[in-house]
């Protein structure tokens, strides 16, 4: 699968009428790729591609597709996408021609009154974004180079407790995980 990764950028080079691109998960030569259709592919406009995206994602896609008009985050069969709320305004200032948006279960951001605004140029913004409410734990050694994996565990809900002689309890309302460790 690393070698297919490493491949994408080289089939872009290639590719000089690529239009639309999807991509099942961010590969490792994401940043490669989007460089590459930058450079290469001047009928570009359609990018689709699940997993986390991060600050250079995010500054790659502004700096080398200004002129993108279709992107999509959103979830896959086993995964969501992932991108907080500075990137996606990374994203939505530097792509300035976007005319959809589609960040439809994409973990990380709400879609407040700050992004509504910017994205009020866009024809199309298909959201719903939010901060998910449940725990995940990850493995880091399971997670695929675009930072995709199944969590190992997942606890719903607004707060959760264990009762034996550790007591872990969580808050959604404020953002954060907070675990207590305490022999009583």
């Known amino acids: 699968m690393l070698e297919d990764d490493l491949r994408i950028p080289e089939l872009v080079r290639r590719s000089k009428d690529l239009e639309h691109l999807e991509m099942e998960t961010k590969p490792s030569s994401f940043l490669e790729a989007v460089a590459e259709i930058g450079l290469n592919c001047p ?30 985050l959103s979830k896959s069969y086993l995964s969501k996408s992932y991108l907080t709320k500075d990137e996606l305004l990374v994203v939505i200032s530097g792509c300035r021609k976007l005319e959809t948006l ?27 974004g939010f901060v998910d409410k449940s725990v995940h ?39 954060f995980l907070n675990i207590w460790d305490y022999e009583g």
């Open 43 to 72: 009928w570009f406009v359609g990018l689709k591609v699940r997993g986390l995206i991060g600050r250079e994602d995010a500054k790659a896609l502004a700096r080398c597709l200004p002129e993108l008009k279709h992107l999509e």
């Open 102 to 128: 589609t960040v439809k279960d994409c973990l990380g951001f709400q879609a407040d009154d700050e992004i509504l605004k910017l994205v009020s140029r866009i024809e199309r913004f298909e959201h719903e």
């Open 137 to 175: 734990m990850f493995d880091q050694r399971n997670l695929t180079s675009g930072g995709v994996g199944a969590p190992v565990h997942k606890l719903d809900g607004h707060k959760w407790f264990l009762d034996k002689a550790s007591i872990f309890r969580r808050a959604a309302e404020d953002g």
